[in-house]
């Protein structure tokens, strides 16, 4: 659910402020311009980068696709580009994309935990290796990637490192003065703000003429990415962004806390039940979780009250099971009794009581009921 004072205030732009932050010559259009340069700067500050690092788009998907194709030479060169098999679809997809197009790609295995393999990282680097793409938190399981590990390792090698930001923001402080980062996604909805609009971060040290639009118009976001920019939405996410690290504290330790009693509830409930990814470098909020000795049937048809996901809300309609979980070597029966709970600031301990109960209720009846024989001494 967007904040509601998100909301309030992009109203503001949506009507009386209905500006083109583009137009010069009248106030409507000066406005709207400082609209978008204050919340050009909220965002920045959240992350503390300058504000003409931030550029903006219609969210992450599109954001990953301009860091990476933006930084690569499609048919033309014999670049080699490095994710994981864990990232998210749009990464996935984009390196597919890349791959029959002349581009050398590596999605990396990762381990048991859904963490890099920093060893096997480092050694898939090759000299003509231009562009990795690793994602700070994952949107399936919640791990969190050593980003500056990963960065240094990239420094080192002559690397751009391009990092997916989407579930880390506002869910993890970061500083990136103080992060070698080259590029980094963030997205608008992931912190309560409006759908539809994101951002790409580019180092303007580091990327300086090495990073180049790849869609074609007027001459906005420095020309990187052309296109009326929709102000309320620009607006909405400076809010959002704003909001989210002024009560970052506050928010992390109620989700934590939500959190831990479903796992606990889970627990007295389910006792067999399974945490997938790292237990520990995670973030609040994000649970993914496999019920062993079920029925062969898909777990979350069975529960429609709420809004519980399997694999991602991005992939949903596709019957394929998640490409995270299978990477992690679930087998696809377990992934069939496995689902994804998000806790988010607006839930409460009500919310989360009542939501395991009907999870309890549902899988201990599609429980299988194993024939024990009482063998009778004697
Ligand atoms: C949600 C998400 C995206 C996609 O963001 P959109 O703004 O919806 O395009 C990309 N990467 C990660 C890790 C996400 O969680």
């Not at 994981?84 to 996935?92: A, G, N, P, R, Y």
């Not at 580091?206 to 920019?229: D, F, Q, V």
């Not at 909001?243 to 006792?271: A, F, H, K, R, V």
Request: aromatic fraction near 6%.
């Amino acid at each position: 659910m967007i904040d509601p004072r998100v909301l309030e205030k992009m109203n503001i732009y949506m009507t009386r402020e209905y500006g083109n932050a583009a137009s010069n010559e009248h106030a409507f259009g000066w406005n709207a311009n400082e609209a978008v340069n204050i919340a050009r700067e909220k965002i920045s500050n959240s992350i503390n980068c300058s504000p003409n690092e931030i550029y903006f788009t219609s969210g992450a998907t599109e954001s990953n696709n301009l860091a990476i194709l933006g930084s690569i030479n499609l048919q033309s060169d014999n670049s080699h580009i490095i994710s994981l098999k864990t990232e998210h679809k749009s990464v996935i997809d984009i390196f597919n994309y890349a791959s029959i197009n002349n581009i050398n790609t590596t999605l990396l295995n990762v381990k048991q935990d859904g963490m890099i393999d920093l060893d096997i990282f480092e050694k898939s680097i090759t000299s003509n290796t231009k562009l990795v793409s690793i994602m700070m938190a994952n949107n399936e399981i919640g791990v969190i990637q050593p980003i500056p590990e990963i960065s240094r390792i990239c420094k080192k090698h002559n690397v751009i490192l391009h990092v997916d930001a989407a579930q880390a923001l506002g869910k993890i402080k970061f500083d990136l003065i103080n992060l070698d980062i080259d590029l980094m996604s963030l997205s608008a909805h992931k912190i309560y703000g409006p759908k539809g609009i994101g951002a790409l971060y580019v180092n303007r040290k580091t990327m300086k003429n090495r990073i180049k639009s790849i869609t074609y118009g007027g001459g906005h976001e420095n020309g990187l990415r052309p296109g009326t920019l929709p102000v309320h939405n620009i607006v909405g996410f400076g809010e959002a962004c704003e909001i989210i690290y002024n009560e970052i504290n506050d928010n992390t330790s109620l989700i934590t806390e939500l959190t831990d009693l479903m796992l606990q509830s889970l627990n007295n409930g389910y006792p067999g039940f399974i945490l997938n990814g790292h237990s520990k470098i995670r973030i609040p909020g994000n649970l993914n979780i496999s019920f062993p000795d079920l029925k062969e049937e898909p777990l979350i048809q069975r529960l429609r009250k709420i809004a519980v996901s399997s694999g991602s809300a991005c992939t949903t309609s596709s019957p394929e099971p998640s490409h995270v979980l299978s990477a992690l070597g679930i087998n696809n029966r377990l992934i069939n009794s496995t689902i994804r709970i998000g806790i988010g600031k607006f839930n409460t301990i009500n919310d989360i009581k009542d939501a395991a109960n009907y999870i309890l209720k549902v899988v201990n009846k599609l429980k299988i009921k194993k024939n024990i024989k009482m063998v009778k001494k004697d």
